[in-house]
């Protein structure tokens, strides 16, 4: 399914950032980094329209 393409991709992602192995990262770490990452995204977007005004 893509939903699994999407989490797989994400999971690579997310291991490359952080420099540890998805295999040793529980399910509930990764969506903390997730959570983590798409705030972030959200924060950065915000501050970027910002500066367009």
Known sequence: T????????LLYYISGITG???DTMTER??????????YQQMKEKREQDKARK
Do not use: A, C, G, S
């Open 29 to 38: 770490e990764v969506m903390e980094m997730y959570n983590m990452l798409k």
């Open 20 to 22: 540890r192995d998805i």
């Open 2 to 9: 893509i939903r699994k393409v999407i989490k797989f991709k």
